[in-house]
DNA sequence: AAAGATTGACGGTTCAATCTTC
DNA sequence: GAAGATTGAACCGTCAATCTTT
């Protein structure tokens, strides 16, 4: 307890940590509390006007982007940045809802899929227009375009240095021919 | 649903919604993967090393911050970004391992006050250590000079897009005289 | 009656254990 | 035995109701 102990130090190249009064932390606590207060305010909107989560909205859209509108729940899971219980739960809800339906995976019985009903790609429609002039009113007006693209480039780095693990760029539409 | 139905529309300038492939979504995608993942990155990183969650950190954080190294339960609510009675618990369970003290405000009985311990002061510095090094090799390093700037002035601009509300600007540091 | 804080009930996520299928 | 998925227990956060003090 009295002794240094070191943390685990998982990474190769260890950096030395900035001073607590460093400057540029700013720029790390603008990051973090806007992230924070930005979610906040989707999900809320979303859930005011569409009676969805962001996480289930987000479930619904990687499902929709997949071919069949349907996924296997593991690799939702992964899109989705949840664990294979928690989106065992959310599909769980989704289903009771009538947004998805599972079934079982035709090649590996082990497996479930899981599948967009046609009334959850109704709902995902009309949540997405919500969605959609949420991020255009609190994150794309408000900063700018030159700023965006320093953001994008911020971003990707900061992932590429996490470890791509999951994350697939899936992209944030609804292909039109659904 | 095949009319507009319009949103409720919660402020004013109404802002169109980007098409669902817009090229700017990238920089949206990036901007909440990024933090999605970092934010539990750090939290293992400060619960593996010191049994100490990120919320926890933050609240001890802002405790030390504070003049006599205590603060009424709703300002520390505000500034953690948490509900009235999420910062109950939370400061329940720091209670429990001797990280805080509960206190009666002397000026208004009704009020309480967390006060940070000798002992939460000195695991609050250890995690201190463990935190800025992952910011520095998670954040800080990944973006460059000019993107930080970039990223701190998006991260304003948003935040005040959303209404600054709560968020002092806490520092980000523990005062070298406590 | 209003404000500060706490409590009970609940929703949502995770971990560990279990079950089924490969 | 390993992988995919689900279940039960526990944890953390919120909302609504409650209690105390002003």
Chains 1, 2 share one sequence.
Request: charged share 25%; with cysteine; aromatic share 2%.
């Amino acid at each position: 307890m009295s002794t240094m102990a070191t943390a685990p130090a998982p990474a190769a190249a260890l950096a030395q940590a900035p001073a607590p009064d460093d400057p540029r932390l700013g720029a790390w606590r603008a990051f973090i509390h806007a992230n924070a207060r930005l979610l906040r305010r989707l999900d809320e909107e979303l859930q005011a006007a569409h009676g969805v989560s962001l996480a289930e909205y987000d479930a619904m859209l990687q499902l929709v982007n997949a071919p069949g509108r349907r996924l296997r729940m593991s690799v939702l899971a992964d899109r989705v940045l949840l664990s294979r219980s928690g989106i065992t739960r959310l599909v769980d809800r989704l289903e009771a809802s009538g947004m998805v339906v599972r079934s079982a995976c035709v090649t590996d019985a082990r497996g479930a899929e899981a599948a967009l009903t046609d009334r959850g790609l109704e709902r995902l429609r009309a949540a997405s227009r919500t969605h959609l002039e949420g991020v255009q009113r609190y994150f794309l007006d408000p900063i700018g375009d030159e700023d965006r693209s320093a953001v994008e480039r911020a971003g990707a780095r900061i992932l590429d240095e996490l470890g791509r693990d999951p994350l697939g760029d899936a992209a944030c539409d609804i292909p039109a021919g659904a």
